[in-house]
């Protein structure tokens, strides 16, 4: 017999079981979106990461000729190196474009849009790139590389936004965390397409590196079909009733009460805080370095972020080639190779992916995992801005190794990881130290043990709201379709509104 409250209502009206909150229909649903939504977003970063690995012969064979046929001479080795390592920077240039573009995006079109639009960059890339031969100009190669960058740039960061803010708080670090399973992916599939049985052989390298348009027209045919972040439709937009239905599709049919009021919370303390300091709820990058309150979570974001391309991971897939030329494989077993490298990061991140919900979340952030965690500690309004942040110092720090590594085996020879070794190490103390757990917890409760950590002490109470909201969004109402989309200022005859059971 189910416990009763205190004014004799069910409990399950309450405070619905997870089977009630996420029902079979919405757990498809949400699987669906995250598949869509991924395979032209992360995905995108790992098979662009690794498909420039195999035609890097054939690409620098193509350089030269056509330098040779401008100039009258080739280029010599050290200078072709550094073409090459020009190409391998534009990636992640654009990436850094891409992420400073992803909160603008994310806010003024929202985090499903913001995605399908994001595809723009990859098909003109995919367009230079195939036309890059006729018109024997390298330098499209260098632009088309860029632009695919760019739409990693603005992927990497809008959909672990979007994942986060469509996931029920029970699935948040497993659907969060599927974006890494994706990148993985990406970069596994790559390699497969780009073995020279397959795409990698020499005349075909043009449509190897415009592949990636494939995923690119999957994710726009498909995403459309699929709701928008419930939190943006409500936090930003104020739509209430858009906010209800995308929640609905998500969860099974019925949106859970207890899930809507804690975003008309949140939503009410951004207007309360826009309103104190007078201007506008939605933060910029340069409004978090001067928020005192943040700045712990701003540190940790920076690090975490900094660390997972300076650990030197996605290094072996730029110069896979040069590494294990030097480690003496035979050219033609090269592209073997690699795959198992792309293999055993892509069945890492599966099962990191079924162990995050049985353990601490931070354990995993200190092996350099870090796309989730801004969307675990910041709130809707800085979420954005956090993203751009980290984006920042993501492909800041991923340009660097890609400009730097090349002169790293140079000078150190067997030794060249040693540098990432101690980048690992003092960022997994790092993050040991300044972390707390998010596992299971609200905003709130996560921001509480940050605001002890920046030596400030915050009440968390009640927001306050207007009566008739209050009272229609109290605990122990129905939670239907019908009372969760009525104008607050209406205020119902609630008197009148039955009770649910969800059995």
Known sequence: MPQMDPKGEPEET????????????????LALTICSAAIGGTFQYGYNISIINAPTSYIQTFINDTYMERWGSGLESSQLTLMWTIIVSAFSLGGLLGALLAGPLSFRFGRKNSLLLNNGFLFAGAVLVLTSRVAKSFEMIIFARFLVGVNSGVSMNVQPMYFGESAPKHLRGAVAFSSAVFTAFGIFLGQVVGLSEVMGAQHLWPYLLASNALPGLIQLLTLPWFPESPRYLLIDRGDKEACVKALGRLRGGVAPILEVEEMLEEQEQQKSAALNSGSSANKTPWTLFKDAGLRSQLRTVMAASSAMMLCGNDSIYFYAYYIFLAAGIPPQKIQYITIGTGASEFTASILSNI?????????????????????????????????????????????????????????LGDFCFLPFFVVCVVSAVFLGLTLPETKGKTLAEITADFDGRNGKQKEYSDVEMDEPMKEQYQLGKAASLTNLMLDPDSKPDLESIQPQVNV
């Open 14 to 29: 309450i405070r619905p079981s997870i089977g009630d909150e996420d029902g079979g229909g919405g757990a498809i649903i």
């Open 355 to 411: 162990l995050i919900e049985r353990v601490d979340v931070d354990t995993f952030l200190l092996e350099g995992v870090s796309g989730i965690l801004p969307a675990e500690i910041f709130d809707q309004s800085a979420r954005p801005a956090a993203y751009m942040v980290a984006g920042s110092c993501m492909w800041i720090s991923l340009f660097l190794v890609g400009m730097l590594f090349p002169f790293i085996v140079k000078g």
